[in-house]
T-cell receptor, first 114, second 109 residues
């Protein structure tokens, strides 16, 4: 049973397109996250979502928007894709917000913008 | 600004011991995490420290000194499967994880 799943695993698209990445967790967790891991391997938090409260990293362009239809899902929609958006995007979840809770990661979505 | 520093790459021999260091400067501190990430895979949780001292978990141990802004991950009895990147992450005052770039550990027979 997959705890945190993402689709698609690979996504190749052209500049200017709009795309979505889906994430689902079956752990019953209350908090979900989106991370971007660039070519230098830095993981950067993009969003965290807990009980309908969205915390946005201020450096994330507004072309990126998270959408949560329910507690188990947090999808990432990207408008007007740019070359610099190419990266691996990880979804993660944790039981709650706070230092006691480890995060469980999905397998990642490798996005390539041409 | 917030900063996590760890060596880019380390090499060790199968069966040996290796220590991966991490220094941090963050706005607030709510604990330090170590994650393992094999190439092309997702990070997986290894350890968590919030108080000073050593936490031992099997072959892996993690140490924290809050006054020095310093942690290390100690891996004993290295196995080939331990070849991976090891990511240090600090939870800041907003309960957000700030990540280092990771240390790529190469294990040689």
């Amino acid at each position: 049973d997959t705890a945190v799943s993402q689709t698609p695993k690979y996504l190749v698209t052209q500049m200017g397109n709009d795309k979505s990445i889906k994430c689902e967790q079956n752990l019953g967790h209350d908090t979900m996250y989106w991370y971007k891991q660039d070519s230098k391997k830095f993981l950067k938090i993009m969003f965290s979502y807990n009980n309908k409260e969205l915390i946005i990293n201020e450096t994330v362009p507004n072309r990126f928007s998270p959408k949560s239809p329910d507690k188990a899902h947090l999808n990432l929609h990207i408008n007007s894709l740019e070359l610099g958006d190419s990266a691996v995007y990880f979804c993660a979840s944790s039981q709650d917000v706070g230092q006691l809770y480890e995060q469980y990661f999905g397998p990642g979505t490798r996005l390539t913008v041409t | 600004g917030q900063n996590i520093d760890q060596p880019t790459e380390m090499t060790a021999t199968e069966g040996a011991i290796v220590q991966i260091n991490c220094t941090y400067q963050t706005s607030g501190f709510n604990g330090l995490f170590w994650y393992q990430q094999h190439a092309g895979e997702a990070p997986t949780f290894l350890s968590y420290n919030v108080l000073d001292g050593l936490e031992e978990k099997g072959r892996f141990s993690s140490f924290l000194s809050r006054s020095k802004g310093y942690s290390y991950l100690l891996l004993k009895e290295l196995q080939m499967k331990d070849s991976a990147s090891y990511l240090c992450a600090v939870m800041d005052s907003n309960y957000q994880l700030i990540w280092g770039a990771g240390t790529k550990l190469i294990i040689k027979p």
